[in-house]
C-alpha cells in the first residue's frame, strides 16, 4: 500500500469516528432515557479515545456525572 493511499484511509477513519462521536455526542443528548443516552455516550467516548480527540475529556465527565463511570 502507497504511503498516500495509507494516509488517506488515516484521515477517512479519523473522519469517520469524528462523525461517529458527533452523532452518538447528540443522540445522547436528545435521548429522554438517562440509560439510553449513557449507552450513546459510552459509544462516543469509545470513539474519542480510539481517535486520540479532546472530546474524550468531556464525554467521561459526563459519564462520570451520571454514575457511568469512574
Known sequence: MSV????FLFWVERSAKQELI?????AAT???DPDA???????AYIFALEAGVLEARGLHARLKAEGHEV
Open 37 to 43: 443516552a449513557c449507552f450513546c455516550l459510552t459509544h
Open 4 to 7: 498516500l493511499r495509507h494516509g
Open 22 to 26: 458527533r452523532l452518538y455526542g447528540e
Open 30 to 32: 436528545l435521548s429522554n
